[in-house]
């Protein structure tokens, strides 16, 4: 817990910097752009869609008649809307995290490195490909849990706790990687992650729970790029100076 508060209390201290003030942009600018081509491109094939799956759907249809025959609106009037917002929305905040991922963490390692891990060397190899490949495997995963799950919804208290695990999976899954593979070896890394796991975990958790909350939207792709490569590099430093400790001889008294 200790570790996972000075991960996040050092990442608040680096975002207030200028230079990853100005790191927010290209995250935003693309779920942005990403949100606004979604919906130009679905949202009439996916509400259409929505509309004749809504009309299987025994309890709604029950629902909204109810809803009227007491003069009420209509539910499907509202819920077909609301869920082509739920179903295209995390896609495009998805994508704002794969761009922060690949093309932000980079700039996030080397800023903090220079300012708080002077000396950490970088063993990391093919990092780019490794971080590409991992983010855009996990990002598809999310989409399609997303999309397979959406039907608990309907059963409380899954419309809260399914956004959260799949959050906290994005978030842990994509940024556990791109934080460390520039610095660490492929042991390390292994290592890292199984001593680590809960933290991890518990980051992932913190960060998805933040999310609930739309201002944060804006902030959270490079603030979580931040707490990641802070707790991350923090932990590859004790780990690199125990190593160095244990294996160091002890020097014979004359």
């Known amino acids: 817990m200790a570790s996972v508060g000075v991960a996040f209390k050092r990442a608040l201290v680096s ?6 003030l100005a790191a927010l942009f290209l995250p935003f600018i693309i779920a942005l752009l990403g949100a606004i081509i979604l919906l130009w491109a679905f949202w009439t094939p996916l509400t259409a869609w929505l509309n004749t799956e809504a009309s299987n759907w025994a309890i709604v249809d029950q629902v909204d008649q109810w809803m009227l025959a007491i003069g009420l609106f209509s539910i499907k009037l509202y ?3 609301l869920l082509a917002v739920v179903i295209l929305l995390p896609i495009s905040g998805i994508l704002g995290l794969i761009i922060a991922a690949i093309f932000v963490m980079p700039i996030v390692l080397r800023h903090i490195e220079k300012r708080d891990y002077p000396g950490l060397s970088r063993q990391g190899q093919y990092s780019t490909a490794v971080g590409a490949w991992n983010a855009c495997w996990v990002g598809s995963l999310f989409v399609l849990g ?15 706790l399914l956004p959260i695990f799949w959050w906290a999976f994005a978030f842990t899954r994509m940024l556990r990687v791109d934080a460390i593979i520039e610095h660490g070896s ?3 890394r292994r290592w890292l992650w199984r001593r680590h796991n809960r933290q991890l975990w518990l980051i ?15 902030v959270l792709p490079v603030f979580s790029a931040l707490v990641f490569a802070h707790f991350s590099l923090e932990a590859l430093r004790q780990l690199r100076a125990q190593t160095v400790i244990d294996v160091e001889p002890v020097k014979a008294r004359p």
């Open 186 to 188: 492929a042991q390390e």
């Open 15 to 20: 975002q207030c910097h200028p230079k990853m």
């Open 79 to 81: 819920l077909i809307p």
């Open 146 to 160: 997303w999309l397979v799950t959406m039907p608990l919804w309907l059963i409380p208290p899954f419309p809260v």
């Open 204 to 218: 992932g958790l913190c960060l998805s729970l933040i999310n609930l909350f739309p201002p944060a939207w804006l």
